[in-house]
Protein backbone atom coordinates (compact mmCIF):
# COMPACT_ATOMS: atom_id res chain seq x y z
CA UNK A 1 0.00 0.00 0.00
CA UNK A 2 1.32 3.85 -0.62
CA UNK A 3 2.53 5.52 1.71
CA UNK A 4 -0.32 7.99 2.41
CA UNK A 5 2.12 10.23 4.75
CA UNK A 6 3.55 10.97 1.19
CA UNK A 7 0.62 13.82 0.49
CA UNK A 8 -0.67 16.20 2.08
CA UNK A 9 -4.30 16.21 2.33
CA UNK A 10 -5.62 19.86 2.45
CA UNK A 11 -5.38 22.78 0.28
CA UNK A 12 -3.00 24.50 2.30
CA UNK A 13 0.43 22.50 3.84
CA UNK A 14 0.27 22.74 7.13
CA UNK A 15 3.66 24.24 8.45
CA UNK A 16 4.58 21.19 10.38
CA UNK A 17 4.69 18.38 8.26
CA UNK A 18 3.83 14.73 9.16
CA UNK A 19 6.60 12.38 9.29
CA UNK A 20 7.87 11.13 6.12
CA UNK A 21 6.00 13.36 4.62
CA UNK A 22 7.48 15.21 1.30
CA UNK A 23 6.12 18.97 0.22
CA UNK A 24 4.71 19.65 -3.08
CA UNK A 25 6.71 22.21 -4.68
CA UNK A 26 5.33 24.72 -7.04
CA UNK A 27 6.88 23.55 -9.88
CA UNK A 28 4.88 19.79 -9.01
CA UNK A 29 1.73 21.64 -8.76
CA UNK A 30 2.18 23.54 -12.03
CA UNK A 31 3.07 20.27 -13.93
CA UNK A 32 0.29 18.22 -12.36
CA UNK A 33 -2.12 19.79 -14.01
CA UNK A 34 -1.17 19.31 -17.70
CA UNK A 35 -1.43 16.86 -20.60
CA UNK A 36 -4.30 14.86 -19.30
CA UNK A 37 -7.40 13.86 -21.76
CA UNK A 38 -10.41 15.66 -20.88
CA UNK A 39 -13.05 13.56 -18.92
CA UNK A 40 -15.49 11.77 -20.98
CA UNK A 41 -18.51 13.77 -22.45
CA UNK A 42 -21.28 10.92 -22.10
CA UNK A 43 -23.20 10.77 -19.16
CA UNK A 44 -24.30 6.99 -17.64
CA UNK A 45 -27.03 5.49 -17.96
CA UNK A 46 -29.65 5.66 -14.58
CA UNK A 47 -28.97 2.74 -11.77
CA UNK A 48 -31.49 -0.05 -12.49
CA UNK A 49 -32.72 0.88 -8.56
CA UNK A 50 -33.88 4.30 -9.68
CA UNK A 51 -37.30 2.59 -11.46
CA UNK A 52 -38.36 2.40 -7.55
CA UNK A 53 -36.78 4.86 -6.00
CA UNK A 54 -38.86 8.01 -6.58
CA UNK A 55 -42.29 6.18 -5.83
CA UNK A 56 -39.77 4.80 -2.17
CA UNK A 57 -39.12 8.57 -1.20
CA UNK A 58 -42.80 9.63 -2.12
CA UNK A 59 -44.04 7.01 0.47
CA UNK A 60 -41.73 8.14 3.05
CA UNK A 61 -42.34 11.68 2.26
CA UNK A 62 -46.10 11.35 2.48
CA UNK A 63 -45.33 10.00 6.19
CA UNK A 64 -43.78 13.94 6.83
CA UNK A 65 -45.86 16.65 5.17
CA UNK A 66 -44.12 19.38 5.24
CA UNK A 67 -41.20 18.72 7.11
CA UNK A 68 -37.86 18.52 6.04
CA UNK A 69 -36.06 15.17 5.78
CA UNK A 70 -32.57 14.62 6.32
CA UNK A 71 -30.76 11.34 5.57
CA UNK A 72 -26.78 10.65 5.39
CA UNK A 73 -24.85 8.25 3.59
CA UNK A 74 -22.52 8.01 6.49
CA UNK A 75 -18.54 8.92 6.09
CA UNK A 76 -15.49 6.47 5.71
CA UNK A 77 -14.45 4.76 9.34
CA UNK A 78 -10.82 4.51 10.33
CA UNK A 79 -9.58 0.77 10.21
CA UNK A 80 -5.67 1.43 11.95
CA UNK A 81 -4.12 4.78 12.29
CA UNK A 82 -4.26 6.39 8.36
CA UNK A 83 -6.35 3.53 6.54
CA UNK A 84 -10.31 3.45 6.42
CA UNK A 85 -12.72 0.52 6.43
CA UNK A 86 -14.08 -0.12 2.67
CA UNK A 87 -17.13 2.29 2.88
CA UNK A 88 -20.38 0.83 2.43
CA UNK A 89 -23.47 3.01 2.86
CA UNK A 90 -26.22 3.73 4.80
CA UNK A 91 -28.77 1.55 4.07
CA UNK A 92 -31.66 3.70 3.96
CA UNK A 93 -29.23 5.82 1.67
CA UNK A 94 -28.98 3.36 -0.35
CA UNK A 95 -32.85 2.39 -0.49
CA UNK A 96 -33.92 5.93 -1.79
CA UNK A 97 -31.26 6.99 -4.06
CA UNK A 98 -30.18 3.78 -5.74
CA UNK A 99 -26.63 3.94 -4.96
CA UNK A 100 -25.04 0.79 -3.55
CA UNK A 101 -21.32 -0.60 -3.34
CA UNK A 102 -19.20 2.26 -2.16
CA UNK A 103 -20.73 5.19 -2.95
CA UNK A 104 -20.72 7.78 -1.72
CA UNK A 105 -19.33 8.47 1.33
CA UNK A 106 -20.49 11.96 3.65
CA UNK A 107 -23.18 12.19 0.69
CA UNK A 108 -26.84 13.14 2.11
CA UNK A 109 -30.02 13.37 0.59
CA UNK A 110 -32.38 16.19 1.43
CA UNK A 111 -36.66 15.54 0.68
CA UNK A 112 -37.62 19.69 0.87
CA UNK A 113 -41.59 19.55 1.13
CA UNK A 114 -43.20 21.12 -1.61
CA UNK A 115 -45.55 22.76 1.37
CA UNK A 116 -44.24 22.99 3.88
CA UNK A 117 -47.52 24.25 5.54
CA UNK A 118 -48.75 20.99 4.88
CA UNK A 119 -47.66 19.42 8.20
CA UNK A 120 -50.52 21.69 9.74
CA UNK A 121 -52.99 20.81 7.68
CA UNK A 122 -55.40 17.55 6.57
CA UNK A 123 -57.06 16.38 3.35
CA UNK A 124 -55.89 15.10 0.34
CA UNK A 125 -52.99 16.07 -1.38
CA UNK A 126 -51.84 16.11 -5.09
CA UNK A 127 -48.39 16.32 -6.79
CA UNK A 128 -45.05 15.22 -4.70
CA UNK A 129 -44.90 15.52 -1.59
CA UNK A 130 -41.25 16.78 -1.12
CA UNK A 131 -38.56 17.17 -3.84
CA UNK A 132 -35.03 15.45 -3.40
CA UNK A 133 -31.80 16.62 -3.76
CA UNK A 134 -28.58 14.79 -3.46
CA UNK A 135 -25.95 16.29 -1.67
CA UNK A 136 -22.10 14.89 -2.12
CA UNK A 137 -18.79 15.22 -2.90
CA UNK A 138 -18.24 16.08 -7.20
CA UNK A 139 -14.55 15.52 -8.18
CA UNK A 140 -11.94 18.46 -8.04
CA UNK A 141 -10.37 19.67 -11.11
CA UNK A 142 -7.20 18.80 -11.67
CA UNK A 143 -5.34 21.72 -10.95
CA UNK A 144 -6.86 20.95 -7.43
CA UNK A 145 -4.38 19.99 -4.93
CA UNK A 146 -7.17 17.73 -3.88
CA UNK A 147 -6.66 15.52 -7.39
CA UNK A 148 -3.19 14.65 -6.16
CA UNK A 149 -3.11 15.05 -2.73
CA UNK A 150 -6.17 13.85 -0.69
CA UNK A 151 -5.53 10.10 -0.17
CA UNK A 152 -9.35 9.87 1.16
CA UNK A 153 -11.15 11.70 -2.03
CA UNK A 154 -8.40 12.17 -4.46
CA UNK A 155 -8.37 11.06 -7.86
CA UNK A 156 -4.99 10.10 -7.84
CA UNK A 157 -5.38 7.86 -4.55
CA UNK A 158 -8.96 6.83 -4.85
CA UNK A 159 -10.19 6.83 -8.34
CA UNK A 160 -12.30 9.49 -10.54
CA UNK A 161 -15.01 10.50 -8.56
CA UNK A 162 -18.25 11.79 -10.91
CA UNK A 163 -19.20 14.97 -11.40
CA UNK A 164 -22.21 16.61 -10.52
CA UNK A 165 -24.09 15.50 -13.68
CA UNK A 166 -22.76 12.23 -14.06
CA UNK A 167 -24.49 11.29 -10.69
CA UNK A 168 -27.71 12.90 -11.26
CA UNK A 169 -27.93 10.94 -14.33
CA UNK A 170 -27.29 7.70 -12.36
CA UNK A 171 -29.98 8.73 -9.59
CA UNK A 172 -31.78 10.65 -11.88
CA UNK A 173 -31.97 13.15 -8.58
CA UNK A 174 -30.76 16.80 -8.67
CA UNK A 175 -27.01 17.45 -7.15
CA UNK A 176 -25.35 19.69 -5.48
CA UNK A 177 -22.10 20.07 -3.77
CA UNK A 178 -22.32 18.79 -0.16
CA UNK A 179 -20.46 22.21 0.61
CA UNK A 180 -23.65 24.30 -0.13
CA UNK A 181 -26.00 21.77 2.73
CA UNK A 182 -25.05 23.85 5.81
CA UNK A 183 -26.46 27.05 4.02
CA UNK A 184 -29.31 25.33 2.69
CA UNK A 185 -30.11 24.09 6.41
CA UNK A 186 -29.90 27.46 8.12
CA UNK A 187 -32.73 28.16 5.41
CA UNK A 188 -35.97 28.60 6.37
CA UNK A 189 -34.86 27.04 10.05
CA UNK A 190 -37.17 28.74 12.14
CA UNK A 191 -40.32 27.84 10.47
CA UNK A 192 -39.57 24.17 9.35
CA UNK A 193 -39.41 20.73 10.95
CA UNK A 194 -36.18 18.22 10.51
CA UNK A 195 -36.04 15.04 11.10
CA UNK A 196 -32.56 13.31 9.97
CA UNK A 197 -30.47 10.28 10.49
CA UNK A 198 -27.92 12.78 12.68
CA UNK A 199 -24.91 10.12 13.34
CA UNK A 200 -24.73 9.71 9.53
CA UNK A 201 -24.55 13.24 8.71
CA UNK A 202 -21.00 14.93 8.00
CA UNK A 203 -19.93 16.52 11.22
CA UNK A 204 -20.21 20.10 9.69
CA UNK A 205 -23.55 18.97 8.99
CA UNK A 206 -24.66 17.85 12.28
CA UNK A 207 -23.40 20.98 14.08
CA UNK A 208 -25.77 22.99 11.97
CA UNK A 209 -28.61 20.67 13.00
CA UNK A 210 -27.59 20.86 16.67
CA UNK A 211 -28.12 25.00 16.16
CA UNK A 212 -31.18 24.90 14.02
CA UNK A 213 -33.06 22.31 14.52
CA UNK A 214 -32.18 20.13 17.93
CA UNK A 215 -33.56 17.18 18.39
CA UNK A 216 -37.27 17.38 19.79
CA UNK A 217 -39.91 15.53 21.26
CA UNK A 218 -43.03 15.01 18.85
CA UNK A 219 -46.27 15.15 20.93
CA UNK A 220 -48.69 12.37 20.60
CA UNK A 221 -51.75 11.42 21.93
CA UNK A 222 -53.46 9.18 24.77
CA UNK A 223 -56.30 7.01 24.97
CA UNK A 224 -58.24 10.42 25.89
CA UNK A 225 -56.90 12.48 23.41
CA UNK A 226 -54.44 14.17 26.07
CA UNK A 227 -51.30 15.99 24.19
CA UNK A 228 -48.04 13.56 25.81
CA UNK A 229 -44.85 13.83 25.05
CA UNK A 230 -43.27 11.12 22.29
CA UNK A 231 -40.26 9.84 20.96
CA UNK A 232 -38.21 12.23 19.23
CA UNK A 233 -38.37 12.91 15.78
CA UNK A 234 -35.23 11.27 14.80
CA UNK A 235 -36.23 8.13 16.36
CA UNK A 236 -39.56 8.36 14.06
CA UNK A 237 -37.61 8.58 10.98
CA UNK A 238 -35.69 5.70 11.62
CA UNK A 239 -38.40 3.63 12.20
CA UNK A 240 -40.18 4.69 9.12
CA UNK A 241 -37.13 3.92 7.16
CA UNK A 242 -36.87 0.78 8.33
CA UNK A 243 -40.27 -0.33 7.80
CA UNK A 244 -40.24 1.48 4.30
CA UNK A 245 -38.36 -1.74 3.10
CA UNK A 246 -40.48 -4.73 4.98
CA UNK A 247 -42.42 -5.27 2.12
CA UNK A 248 -40.21 -5.47 -1.32
CA UNK A 249 -40.93 -4.30 -4.97
CA UNK A 250 -40.46 -6.34 -8.06
CA UNK A 251 -36.76 -5.19 -8.31
CA UNK A 252 -36.28 -5.92 -5.05
CA UNK A 253 -37.73 -9.69 -5.54
CA UNK A 254 -35.35 -10.25 -8.44
CA UNK A 255 -32.17 -8.68 -6.51
CA UNK A 256 -33.03 -11.18 -3.36
CA UNK A 257 -33.61 -13.99 -6.25
CA UNK A 258 -30.04 -13.37 -7.93
CA UNK A 259 -28.30 -12.99 -4.35
CA UNK A 260 -29.39 -16.56 -3.70
CA UNK A 261 -28.60 -18.04 -7.21
CA UNK A 262 -24.88 -16.45 -6.73
CA UNK A 263 -24.49 -18.02 -2.73
CA UNK A 264 -25.12 -21.12 -4.46
CA UNK A 265 -22.44 -20.67 -6.56
CA UNK A 266 -20.30 -19.74 -3.48
CA UNK A 267 -21.50 -22.88 -1.59
CA UNK A 268 -20.43 -25.42 -4.43
CA UNK A 269 -17.16 -23.35 -4.60
CA UNK A 270 -16.33 -24.34 -1.30
CA UNK A 271 -17.85 -27.92 -1.75
CA UNK A 272 -14.99 -28.08 -4.44
CA UNK A 273 -12.37 -27.26 -2.57
CA UNK A 274 -13.30 -28.77 0.88
CA UNK A 275 -10.25 -31.49 0.47
CA UNK A 276 -7.58 -28.35 0.30
CA UNK A 277 -9.36 -27.15 3.36
CA UNK A 278 -8.70 -30.41 4.78
CA UNK A 279 -5.34 -31.33 3.40
CA UNK A 280 -3.92 -27.25 4.02
CA UNK A 281 -4.89 -26.68 7.44
CA UNK A 282 -7.16 -23.73 9.27
CA UNK A 283 -9.75 -25.03 6.88
CA UNK A 284 -12.07 -23.11 8.28
CA UNK A 285 -10.03 -19.80 6.97
CA UNK A 286 -9.82 -21.58 3.43
CA UNK A 287 -13.37 -21.63 3.20
CA UNK A 288 -14.18 -18.40 4.07
CA UNK A 289 -11.80 -17.20 1.78
CA UNK A 290 -13.06 -19.58 -1.26
CA UNK A 291 -16.37 -18.02 -0.56
CA UNK A 292 -15.34 -14.54 -0.09
CA UNK A 293 -13.46 -14.77 -3.42
CA UNK A 294 -16.89 -15.61 -5.02
CA UNK A 295 -18.75 -13.00 -3.10
CA UNK A 296 -16.23 -9.93 -4.20
CA UNK A 297 -16.04 -11.20 -7.57
CA UNK A 298 -19.77 -12.10 -8.47
CA UNK A 299 -21.05 -9.46 -6.48
CA UNK A 300 -20.18 -6.36 -4.25
CA UNK A 301 -18.71 -8.41 -0.67
CA UNK A 302 -20.29 -10.73 1.56
CA UNK A 303 -23.27 -9.78 3.03
CA UNK A 304 -22.16 -10.55 6.48
CA UNK A 305 -18.81 -12.07 7.77
CA UNK A 306 -19.05 -15.77 7.01
CA UNK A 307 -19.68 -18.49 9.17
CA UNK A 308 -17.74 -21.46 8.73
CA UNK A 309 -18.00 -23.22 11.43
CA UNK A 310 -16.55 -27.36 11.97
CA UNK A 311 -17.05 -29.76 14.89
CA UNK A 312 -17.56 -28.18 17.88
CA UNK A 313 -17.33 -24.64 16.55
CA UNK A 314 -20.52 -25.04 15.03
CA UNK A 315 -22.26 -24.86 18.14
CA UNK A 316 -21.19 -21.05 18.72
CA UNK A 317 -23.89 -19.63 16.81
CA UNK A 318 -21.37 -16.35 15.61
CA UNK A 319 -18.22 -18.63 15.06
CA UNK A 320 -16.93 -15.57 12.63
CA UNK A 321 -12.65 -16.57 13.89
CA UNK A 322 -12.98 -19.32 11.40
CA UNK A 323 -9.35 -20.61 12.88
CA UNK A 324 -9.97 -23.88 13.02
CA UNK A 325 -9.46 -27.20 11.25
CA UNK A 326 -11.76 -29.21 9.37
CA UNK A 327 -11.83 -32.59 9.97
CA UNK A 328 -13.28 -35.75 7.79
CA UNK A 329 -15.98 -36.84 10.28
CA UNK A 330 -17.17 -33.50 11.45
CA UNK A 331 -19.66 -31.51 10.27
CA UNK A 332 -18.99 -27.68 8.78
CA UNK A 333 -21.43 -25.09 9.20
CA UNK A 334 -21.57 -22.75 6.72
CA UNK A 335 -23.69 -19.71 7.05
CA UNK A 336 -23.23 -17.15 4.00
CA UNK A 337 -24.50 -14.44 1.39
CA UNK A 338 -23.37 -12.99 -1.36
CA UNK A 339 -24.30 -9.09 -1.51
CA UNK A 340 -25.02 -7.48 -5.10
CA UNK A 341 -23.97 -4.01 -6.07
CA UNK A 342 -26.90 -2.66 -5.25
CA UNK A 343 -26.03 -4.19 -1.70
CA UNK A 344 -29.24 -6.83 -1.47
CA UNK A 345 -27.85 -9.87 0.48
CA UNK A 346 -28.98 -13.63 0.77
CA UNK A 347 -28.65 -15.22 4.22
CA UNK A 348 -28.69 -19.10 3.75
CA UNK A 349 -26.76 -21.49 5.89
CA UNK A 350 -25.83 -25.34 5.37
CA UNK A 351 -24.58 -28.30 7.59
CA UNK A 352 -22.26 -30.41 5.06
CA UNK A 353 -20.17 -33.38 6.15
CA UNK A 354 -16.50 -32.77 5.60
CA UNK A 355 -16.25 -36.57 4.23
CA UNK A 356 -19.09 -36.13 2.08
CA UNK A 357 -21.16 -38.64 4.46
CA UNK A 358 -23.32 -37.83 7.68
CA UNK A 359 -22.68 -40.18 10.24
CA UNK A 360 -26.15 -42.24 12.22
CA UNK A 361 -25.63 -39.48 14.69
CA UNK A 362 -25.08 -36.66 12.38
CA UNK A 363 -28.10 -37.78 10.46
CA UNK A 364 -30.03 -38.30 13.13
CA UNK A 365 -30.01 -34.59 14.17
CA UNK A 366 -30.10 -33.09 10.69
CA UNK A 367 -33.07 -34.46 9.76
CA UNK A 368 -34.49 -32.85 12.90
CA UNK A 369 -33.64 -30.02 11.81
CA UNK A 370 -34.93 -30.20 8.89
CA UNK A 371 -38.29 -31.50 10.02
CA UNK A 372 -38.32 -27.97 12.17
CA UNK A 373 -37.97 -25.96 8.62
CA UNK A 374 -39.82 -27.66 6.87
CA UNK A 375 -42.30 -26.49 9.55
CA UNK A 376 -41.58 -23.16 9.51
CA UNK A 377 -41.29 -22.57 5.94
CA UNK A 378 -44.96 -23.78 5.99
CA UNK A 379 -46.02 -22.00 8.46
CA UNK A 380 -44.36 -18.36 6.06
CA UNK A 381 -47.88 -17.53 4.59
CA UNK A 382 -49.53 -14.49 3.94
CA UNK A 383 -51.48 -13.35 6.83
CA UNK A 384 -49.75 -15.76 9.02
CA UNK A 385 -48.05 -14.01 12.00
CA UNK A 386 -44.45 -14.04 12.22
CA UNK A 387 -44.26 -15.25 15.61
CA UNK A 388 -46.43 -18.25 14.05
CA UNK A 389 -42.89 -19.44 11.89
CA UNK A 390 -41.20 -19.69 15.25
CA UNK A 391 -43.28 -21.46 16.99
CA UNK A 392 -44.06 -23.95 14.40
CA UNK A 393 -40.32 -24.65 13.69
CA UNK A 394 -39.46 -24.69 17.58
CA UNK A 395 -42.33 -27.16 18.31
CA UNK A 396 -40.81 -29.96 16.27
CA UNK A 397 -37.49 -29.08 17.41
CA UNK A 398 -39.00 -29.34 20.77
CA UNK A 399 -40.61 -33.09 19.90
CA UNK A 400 -37.57 -34.05 19.32
CA UNK A 401 -35.82 -33.49 21.87
CA UNK A 402 -38.40 -34.58 23.90
CA UNK A 403 -38.25 -37.76 22.19
CA UNK A 404 -34.21 -38.16 22.38
CA UNK A 405 -35.34 -37.84 26.55
CA UNK A 406 -33.22 -34.65 26.82
CA UNK A 407 -36.08 -32.41 28.13
CA UNK A 408 -35.96 -32.14 31.70
CA UNK A 409 -40.05 -31.23 31.78
CA UNK A 410 -43.05 -32.31 29.49
CA UNK A 411 -43.44 -31.06 26.36
CA UNK A 412 -45.93 -28.67 26.65
CA UNK A 413 -44.33 -27.38 29.48
CA UNK A 414 -40.98 -26.48 27.81
CA UNK A 415 -42.85 -25.16 25.01
CA UNK A 416 -45.03 -23.05 27.29
CA UNK A 417 -43.75 -19.29 28.62
CA UNK A 418 -42.18 -19.99 31.89
CA UNK A 419 -40.73 -23.01 30.33
CA UNK A 420 -38.23 -22.72 27.81
CA UNK A 421 -36.16 -25.62 28.26
CA UNK A 422 -35.30 -26.27 24.77
CA UNK A 423 -33.67 -23.17 24.10
CA UNK A 424 -30.81 -24.42 25.69
CA UNK A 425 -30.31 -26.25 22.34
CA UNK A 426 -31.94 -23.88 20.00
CA UNK A 427 -31.56 -20.60 21.68
CA UNK A 428 -32.33 -18.10 18.97
CA UNK A 429 -34.95 -17.12 16.51
CA UNK A 430 -36.22 -19.19 13.56
CA UNK A 431 -36.58 -15.62 11.57
CA UNK A 432 -35.48 -12.48 10.89
CA UNK A 433 -36.19 -10.06 7.74
CA UNK A 434 -33.96 -9.81 4.41
CA UNK A 435 -32.51 -7.26 2.20
CA UNK A 436 -30.31 -4.58 2.02
CA UNK A 437 -29.73 -5.40 5.55
CA UNK A 438 -28.75 -8.99 6.52
CA UNK A 439 -31.11 -8.21 9.62
CA UNK A 440 -33.51 -6.62 7.86
CA UNK A 441 -36.23 -3.74 8.83
CA UNK A 442 -34.19 -3.66 12.52
CA UNK A 443 -35.91 -0.45 13.75
CA UNK A 444 -39.56 -1.19 12.88
CA UNK A 445 -41.73 -1.18 15.72
CA UNK A 446 -42.54 -4.84 17.32
CA UNK A 447 -45.95 -5.17 16.53
CA UNK A 448 -45.04 -4.22 12.66
CA UNK A 449 -41.88 -6.96 12.86
CA UNK A 450 -42.05 -9.26 16.00
CA UNK A 451 -45.62 -9.07 16.19
CA UNK A 452 -46.62 -8.20 12.57
CA UNK A 453 -48.34 -10.30 10.09
CA UNK A 454 -46.44 -11.81 6.95
CA UNK A 455 -47.43 -9.82 3.51
CA UNK A 456 -46.58 -10.48 0.03
CA UNK A 457 -43.50 -9.06 -0.25
CA UNK A 458 -42.00 -9.65 2.69
CA UNK A 459 -38.54 -11.81 2.60
CA UNK A 460 -37.64 -13.57 5.98
CA UNK A 461 -35.25 -16.40 6.80
CA UNK A 462 -36.14 -19.88 7.92
CA UNK A 463 -33.22 -21.27 9.59
CA UNK A 464 -34.08 -23.62 13.13
CA UNK A 465 -31.22 -25.31 14.56
CA UNK A 466 -29.80 -27.74 16.96
CA UNK A 467 -26.14 -27.22 19.06
CA UNK A 468 -24.85 -30.16 21.25
CA UNK A 469 -21.62 -28.50 22.89
CA UNK A 470 -18.76 -30.93 23.07
CA UNK A 471 -18.97 -30.13 27.06
CA UNK A 472 -22.73 -30.47 27.54
CA UNK A 473 -22.75 -33.36 29.85
CA UNK A 474 -27.30 -33.19 29.41
CA UNK A 475 -26.91 -35.37 26.38
CA UNK A 476 -25.09 -38.42 25.21
CA UNK A 477 -22.06 -38.75 23.56
CA UNK A 478 -22.81 -39.27 20.42
CA UNK A 479 -24.37 -36.09 20.02
CA UNK A 480 -21.47 -33.52 21.35
CA UNK A 481 -19.73 -31.60 19.92
CA UNK A 482 -22.55 -31.79 17.23
CA UNK A 483 -24.43 -28.27 15.87
CA UNK A 484 -26.49 -28.42 12.77
CA UNK A 485 -28.34 -25.42 11.33
CA UNK A 486 -30.41 -25.22 7.85
CA UNK A 487 -31.52 -21.86 6.43
CA UNK A 488 -33.15 -20.56 3.63
CA UNK A 489 -34.78 -17.04 2.46
CA UNK A 490 -38.32 -16.97 1.87
CA UNK A 491 -40.43 -14.79 0.09
CA UNK A 492 -43.54 -14.53 0.83
CA UNK A 493 -46.44 -14.36 -2.44
CA UNK A 494 -49.77 -13.57 -2.52
CA UNK A 495 -50.82 -17.08 -2.19
CA UNK A 496 -48.19 -18.73 -0.24
CA UNK A 497 -44.23 -18.78 -0.01
CA UNK A 498 -41.16 -19.32 -2.89
CA UNK A 499 -37.77 -20.63 -1.40
CA UNK A 500 -35.45 -18.28 -2.86
CA UNK A 501 -32.20 -20.78 -2.27
CA UNK A 502 -34.13 -23.51 -3.11
CA UNK A 503 -31.45 -24.60 -6.02
CA UNK A 504 -29.24 -25.90 -3.36
CA UNK A 505 -30.24 -29.15 -1.69
CA UNK A 506 -31.78 -29.71 2.14
CA UNK A 507 -32.15 -33.37 2.85
CA UNK A 508 -29.46 -35.52 3.81
CA UNK A 509 -29.42 -37.62 0.89
CA UNK A 510 -29.64 -34.75 -1.41
CA UNK A 511 -26.60 -33.09 0.20
CA UNK A 512 -24.66 -36.08 0.09
CA UNK A 513 -25.22 -36.78 -3.67
CA UNK A 514 -24.52 -32.99 -4.23
CA UNK A 515 -21.43 -33.08 -2.99
CA UNK A 516 -20.42 -36.32 -4.33
CA UNK A 517 -21.51 -34.84 -7.58
CA UNK A 518 -19.20 -32.05 -7.48
CA UNK A 519 -16.38 -33.44 -6.51
CA UNK A 520 -16.45 -36.09 -9.50
CA UNK A 521 -17.26 -33.02 -11.63
CA UNK A 522 -14.14 -31.78 -10.58
CA UNK A 523 -12.13 -34.95 -10.93
CA UNK A 524 -13.44 -35.05 -14.49
CA UNK A 525 -12.53 -31.54 -15.39
CA UNK A 526 -8.83 -32.25 -13.72
CA UNK A 527 -8.34 -35.06 -15.87
CA UNK A 528 -9.43 -33.52 -19.03
CA UNK A 529 -7.01 -30.66 -18.69
CA UNK A 530 -4.41 -32.40 -18.00
CA UNK A 531 -4.63 -34.46 -20.58
CA UNK A 532 -5.17 -31.15 -23.05
CA UNK A 533 -1.94 -30.49 -21.17
CA UNK A 534 -0.35 -33.18 -22.05
CA UNK A 535 -1.20 -33.43 -25.61
CA UNK A 536 -0.01 -29.59 -26.08
CA UNK A 537 3.36 -30.58 -24.38
CA UNK A 538 3.56 -33.19 -27.15
CA UNK A 539 2.53 -31.28 -29.78
CA UNK A 540 5.52 -28.39 -28.44
CA UNK A 541 7.79 -31.41 -28.42
CA UNK A 542 6.87 -32.69 -32.51
CA UNK A 543 7.08 -29.24 -33.31
Not at 88 to 111: K, M, Y
Not at 140 to 164: C, H, I, K, Q, T
Not at 218 to 226: I, L, R, S, V
Not at 375 to 399: D, L, N, S
Request: charged share 25%; net charge negative; glycine share 8%.
Amino acid sequence: MSDMDEVVATSEEPPTLPNRAVPFSDAFKAFIAQGWAPYPSALPEALPATASTAARREALGAQFPGERLVIGAGGLKVRSNDTDYRFRPHSAFAHLTGLGTDREPDAVLVLEPTDPQAGDQTGDRTGPSHDATLYFKPRAPRDSSEFYADARYGEMWVGRRPSLDEMGALTTLRTAPVEELVEHLRKDADTIRVRANRADLPEDVQQVLAEVAPVEAAPTEDAAGTAVAGADRDAELLTALSELRLVKDAFEADQMREACALTADGFEAVVADLPHAVAEGRGERWVEGVFGLHARHLGNAVGYDTIAASGDHACTLHWIRNDGDLRRGDLLLLDAGVELDSLYTADVTRTLPVSGTFSEPQRRVYEAVLAAQEAGIAAAQPGATFAEVHRAAIRVVAEHLDAWGLLPVPLEEALAEEGGQHRRWMPHGTSHHLGIDVHDCSQARRENYREGVLAPGMVITVEPGLYFKSDDELVPDELRGIGVRIEDDILITADGNENLSASLPRTADDVEAWMLDVWERQAAALALSHEQSVGQHDEDAAG
